[in-house]
């Protein structure tokens, strides 16, 4: 049987925790923010971390990585 690839977006896009919850970073953070009120960008600063019902994707997708 072939091994089990790495799907290389979702390798760049997410980081899992020690305790086994993913962290994201936010959407809308890149550029065009002068729409955005300065409470939408305060809460968009940091990482997110992603409900638990779609952990399961992610390190399906990392395979044995964490980063």
Do not use: N, W
Request: hydrophobic share 25%.
């Amino acid at each position: 049987m072939p091994k089990q690839k790495t799907h290389k977006g979702v390798k760049k896009r997410f980081r899992i925790t020690a305790t086994g919850k993913v962290k994201h970073r936010r959407a809308g953070t890149s550029h065009l923010q002068v729409r955005l009120t300065a409470k939408r960008k305060r809460k968009l600063r940091g990482t997110g971390v992603l409900a638990e019902s779609d952990e399961h994707r992610i390190h399906d997708a990392l395979g044995k990585y964490s980063y």
